[in-house]
């Protein structure tokens, strides 16, 4: 149950996408060098402005804006006494429950709870719970899908010496044979570190069938994952199911989704193991903290956004009973530095959160102006 103690309206809601330098120019799928990001500014009586991100900007940047223009119909002059506002977004007739529209209003609960945090000068956990333990497992996520063996060596020497002891792979592009040797090459190197791998089924354009599936992973039992991500198209959870029945890895998957409805159909279906959340995209936080405290299910989170996207997700992660690891993306982009106020506290693959206000984050219009949208930026392949 979140606390609030102002009565302040919301004066103004906006969104704006930008466009950061994204790791060293050549990102796979980023064909402008630069990564696409959505944010949701919320301006509140006093001029205090509270910040939050939507996952769907990075593969439709141009048109959250214009959602948020759109549903700021239901958000302008609300009191921030109390949060209903939010709820009616998610019961606009047949537009309101998933898609584009539930990630962007994810995106807006974010920014909402960011402004109430810094109105009421707390991070946004103690809005929820003051007595939490304030850190959070994290793993690396990297191994990109393009990388050669020898590079893969050379992200996880640099994740060590980063201090983390897990590590997340992406295969599925190159022929399977390569796949496997840089599976090989990545256990070996980790040793007794934990291994995982992602198909990445609901981004590569040539999907694996069940049958061809069920046959890659077991090629991969060999190796002691800690799970199988995304080896099928997102949009077959009945094959999701069977694959869970018969895959002796665990099935992780969960982040192509958003609304409350998807969630529910994958928990009471079966068809993951560990479910994937993302705070920026799968449906409001409050609602998504409700429904990690729902199950005993394992689940993790998702980032692929922002430092904004990382501690929302961190936030969502300490307070929940079932997350049990936080993802922490290796690609750096630029503007994450300038955007954060208190740097990333990362030890022995423990993150603590930080005690600024809010998320900790502030984009003014110096960053605006710096990472100005570059049209076509967004995610393409």
């Not at 309206?9 to 704006?16: D, E, L, R």
């Not at 996408?17 to 949701?40: E, M, R």
């Not at 998933?98 to 945090?117: M, N, T």
């Not at 040797?181 to 190197?189: G, L, P, Q």
């Amino acid at each position: 149950m979140i606390k609030i103690e102002t009565n302040e309206k919301v004066k103004k809601i906006i969104g704006f996408t930008l466009s950061s330098p994204y790791g060293d120019g050549n990102v796979y799928g980023q064909p402008k060098g630069v990564k696409s990001l959505s944010f949701i500014e919320v301006k509140s009586e006093s001029g205090l402005s509270g910040f939050g991100e939507t996952y769907s900007g990075i593969y439709a940047p141009a048109l959250v804006p214009h959602i948020v223009e759109y549903l700021s119909y239901y958000i302008n002059g609300q009191s921030l006494s109390s949060l209903d506002f939010l709820d009616k977004l998610n019961n606009i007739p047949f537009i309101g429950q998933s898609g584009i529209i539930q990630s962007v209003i994810s995106g807006i609960e974010l920014a909402i709870l960011d402004l109430i945090g810094k109105i009421q000068n707390k991070p946004v956990y103690q809005l929820f719970d003051a007595n939490i333990n304030k850190s959070i497992k994290c793993y690396y996520s990297g191994g990109s899908v393009v990388f050669s063996e020898r590079e893969i060596e050379e992200d996880i020497t640099k994740m060590k010496k980063l201090g983390f002891n897990a590590f997340k792979m992406r295969v599925g592009l190159q022929e399977w044979n390569e796949d496997i040797k840089r599976v090989k090459r990545a256990s070996d190197v980790l040793k007794s570190d934990k291994l995982m791998v992602d198909a990445i089924m609901g981004t590569l354009e040539d999907k694996w069938l069940i049958d061809n599936a069920l046959s890659k992973i077991k090629d991969l039992e060999k190796y002691n994952l800690e799970w199988i991500e995304e080896p099928l198209n997102p949009s077959d959870l009945r094959g999701y199911a069977n694959l869970c029945k018969y895959s002796k890895i665990p099935v992780a998957m969960g982040e192509a989704y958003s609304g409350q409805t998807h969630f529910e159909v994958i928990k009471s279906i079966k068809c993951a193991d560990i479910i994937q959340v993302d705070a920026t995209h799968s449906m409001g936080f409050r609602k998504l903290l409700e429904f990690s405290n729902s199950t005993f299910q394992n689940k993790a989170t998702h980032v692929w956004g922002s430092t904004l996207s990382f501690y929302a997700n961190a936030t969502l992660a300490v307070l929940s009973k079932n997350i049990d690891i936080h993802e922490f993306p290796s690609v750096e982009f630029q503007i994450s530095n300038d955007i954060i106020k208190e740097k990333v506290n990362i030890s022995n693959s423990n993150l603590f959160i930080s005690d600024y206000p809010g998320f900790g984050i502030d984009i003014n219009d110096e960053i605006k102006n710096k990472y100005s949208y570059i049209e076509n930026s967004g995610y393409k392949i």
